[in-house]
């Protein structure tokens, strides 16, 4: 079965960075694509950031040039380097392993607020 461990959330200050992290217990390699997406208090869950297994990465429009989306294929694990977060970025983040079944992670925090 496969499963996804969120790490790295936390409360920071605007303009302040975080890094989250993935670690799968199977080898990330094996999807097409890992993700990772979030959801705030009210609002639907939406797409962050996606990188396939050729190295493609795509962020949404309001996380380019901020976001930055990685793997480690030796440790399975998938990151997401968050910069400059704005308050607007307080959500529950949760990491994706895009395959015939999606599968997700328990999510982890994060509270951008001064």
């Known amino acids: 079965q496969v499963q996804l461990v969120e790490s790295g959330g936390g409360l920071v200050q605007p303009g302040g960075s975080l890094r989250l992290s993935c670690a799968a217990n199977?080898?990330?390699?094996?999807?097409?694509?890992m993700a990772w997406y979030r959801q705030a208090p009210e609002k639907q869950r939406e797409l962050v950031a996606t990188l396939t297994r050729g190295d493609t990465k795509n962020y949404a429009d309001s996380v380019k040039g901020r976001f930055s989306i990685s793997s480690d294929y030796a440790k399975n694990t998938v990151y997401l380097q968050m910069n400059s977060l704005k308050p607007e970025d307080t959500a529950v983040y949760y990491c994706n392993a895009e395959g015939n079944t999606h599968y997700w992670g328990q999510g982890t925090q994060v509270t951008v607020s001064s």
């Open positions: 199977v080898n990330i390699f094996s999807f097409p694509a």
